[in-house]
């Protein structure tokens, strides 16, 4: 079975067709695949962009949460401190009703839940006096004397009343 050469030139062109639509149907998916991968490229492209904006508008949110952080935690201390100053005016008032007028009073300390009061008096009867005011009071508890001068006139005490 001997070809001859007409069918020879036919098996010849068809390969050469054969090869050359493959080929074409190569260079066409490729060229498919080039600009899949180029538009792909330009998405990421687009991402980063994206992405950076969103990091940026993250770490503003984040500077915004800490100024607000600050903020609420210097208006707590205002608020303890006008809690303070009121709760001190309110205790300087009430210790000022359970105070006889014959006792005069040189030094009021506050340390913590107890006031520490340094003063003197005309006779004993005053002091006593002036602890059953405070134990009576409902803002003061609990006055002890820590130091008692000597039995002259006026006599210097120092006492320790706490404070409910």
Do not use: C
């Amino acid at each position: 079975m001997s070809l001859t050469r007409i069918e020879k030139i036919n098996v010849v062109t068809t390969l050469i067709r054969f090869v050359g639509l493959t080929l074409f149907a190569l260079v066409i998916w490729h060229f498919s695949l080039v600009n899949l991968l180029d538009d792909q490229l330009n998405k990421n492209a687009q991402l980063k962009i994206q992405l950076a904006q969103k990091q940026k508008e993250l770490e503003a949110f984040k500077k915004r949460q800490e100024k607000i952080f600050q903020l609420e935690s210097q208006l707590r201390f205002i608020s303890s401190l006008r809690q303070q100053n009121n709760q001190a005016a309110h205790i300087l008032d009430g210790f000022v009703k359970t105070i006889p007028h014959a006792i005069v009073l040189n030094q009021l300390q506050r340390q913590g839940v107890f006031l520490t009061v340094d003063g003197s008096a005309e006779i004993d009867s005053n002091i006593i006096q002036f602890m059953e005011n405070i134990t009576k009071s409902t803002l003061f508890s609990h006055p002890m004397i820590i130091q008692l001068g000597a039995k002259q006139s006026p006599r210097y005490f120092q006492m320790r009343v706490g404070i409910k």
